[in-house]
């Protein structure tokens, strides 16, 4: 098993998970938290992408007060309500796995389930995720992480040129195409179409680190700006395939209590519909929000109504 080691900037003790991503975080109570464990956090997060503390309060109150230590919260959701008394948390339930739900759809997306980062179908994109195990199976369901700024820089240095310049178009339609389906929840269809489409740069920096990230969405990018549906598909294809690399992952079996906070534009997030048909809830929250800017200026912009 990995050594902790002290953190001399923090003082927090730290076990690093990969070579890549991901650090347990010993000595932070969730409840008694305060602007300078945020700062802490957030430094960590700059440094491993996602960090994980174990032994947490699961109170929704709780995981609320100390997303907020690390930014103004969010909505639970744009197009969703959140868990009643607390409309900063969603409620994500994912139990009763069957066999229909593990069906392949492609190498990249299960049925209900897909490599991702928190709603880049709005142009100011979550700065923070964080997700908390409520009730989980003693096997199976976890969350794995992939490092889209690992990605970009193990780029060529051609094709880092050619993404420094490019935008995508993210539709939350991609994601919820069957909320357009006939006799489905008319409220949540309008809802669905009233919200713009969007660009943002393939690259994004980060104002806190600098570090250059690829703002690779695979369920709602539908294409690159100025590019045919084929060039698009296969330049994604090759971006996506190349941070879904083994080195660039990291896995995390939960415990009732964890806490998985992470940088959300940095990182693409999965769970592993494994755990059968028992019951399983994480609680999500999300802090900060900002327009993605590209190495070139680039901003996040929405597109006008066709």
């Known amino acids: 098993m990995t050594q902790s080691t002290i953190d001399h900037r923090t003082g927090l003790r730290l076990r690093r998970l990969t070579g890549s991503i991901g650090a347990e975080v010993a000595g932070i109570d969730i409840r008694t938290a305060d602007g300078s464990t945020a700062e802490a956090i957030a430094r960590l997060v700059d440094d491993h992408g996602v960090l994980f503390l174990r032994d947490q309060s699961t109170d929704a109150a709780d995981l609320t007060r100390f997303a907020s230590l690390l930014g103004p919260l969010l909505p639970a959701h744009p197009l969703k309500p959140g868990l009643t008394g607390h409309p900063h ?9 069957t066999a229909d739900d593990i069906r392949c759809r492609d ?36 969350t794995l992480f992939a490092d889209l700024a690992g990605a970009y820089s193990g780029l060529a240095a051609p094709l880092r040129e050619l993404a420094d310049r490019l935008s995508c178009v993210h539709d939350a339609k991609l994601l919820y195409a069957d909320w357009l389906l006939p006799g489905r929840d008319e409220e949540s269809r309008e809802r669905l179409l009233a919200l713009p489409v969007v660009t943002h740069p393939l690259v994004a920096v980060s104002p806190r680190s600098g570090l250059r990230s690829l703002a690779l969405n695979p369920n709602c990018v539908t294409g690159i700006e100025g590019f045919s549906q084929l060039e698009s598909d296969t330049l994604l294809d090759l971006f996506l395939a190349h941070t879904l690399v083994p080195e660039r992952t990291v896995r995390w079996q939960w415990a009732e209590g964890d806490i998985a906070v992470w940088d959300n534009v940095r990182l693409l997030h999965n769970y592993v519909l494994d755990h059968g048909s028992g019951e399983r809830l994480i609680q999500r929250a999300m802090a900060g929000s900002a327009p993605l800017a590209g190495p070139d200026g680039a901003m996040s912009r929405e597109l006008p109504l066709s």
């Open 89 to 97: 948390v969603l409620a994500n339930q994912t139990g009763g796995v």
């Open 107 to 142: 190498r990249y997306n299960r049925h209900a389930t897909n490599w991702h980062v928190d709603c880049t179908f709005i142009t100011d994109v979550p700065v923070y995720s964080l997700l908390q195990a409520v009730t989980v199976q003693p096997f199976g369901g976890d």
